[in-house]
Nanobody
Framework: QVQLVESGGGLVQAGGSLRLSCAASGSKFSINAMGWYRQAPGKQRELVAEVTSGGITNYADSMKGRFTISRDNAKNTVHLQMNSLKPEDTAVYYC???????????WGQGTQVTVSS
């Protein structure tokens, strides 16, 4: 069973920065993609950014230019550097991992990010 442990959430003022980290463990297969999703109150969970084991990244349009995702394949970790944060970025951020070989998708417990105006 794959476990994802997140860290780095918190409270920040608008315009500030936060860095989220996620470490995966327990996988017998290579993790093909790791990324971050977020869910604000009353809204659906949405993709923030994702990176494949080959380094291909995918960002939601509203995050492009402000957020940067990076991954260490050897350590099975993924990081999300969030700059120029806005109040509308307030949400619970979830780490996600995908393993194509077994059609597996795994989630972290979530970390709260709150951006005050």
């Amino acid at each position: 069973q794959v476990q994802l442990v997140e860290s780095g959430g918190g409270l920040v003022q608008a315009g500030g920065s936060l860095r989220l980290s996620c470490a995966a463990s327990g996988s017998k297969f290579s993790i093909n993609a790791m990324g971050w999703y977020r869910q604000a109150p009353g809204k659906q969970r949405e993709l923030v950014a994702e990176v494949t084991s080959g380094g291909i990244t995918n960002y939601a349009d509203s995050m492009k230019g402000r957020f940067t995702i990076s991954r260490d394949n050897a350590k099975n970790t993924v990081h999300l550097q969030m700059n120029s944060l806005k109040p509308e970025d307030t949400a619970v951020y979830y780490c996600n991992a995908k393993i194509f070989a077994i059609s597996g998708q795994y989630w972290g417990q979530g970390t709260q990010v709150t951006v005050s105006s």
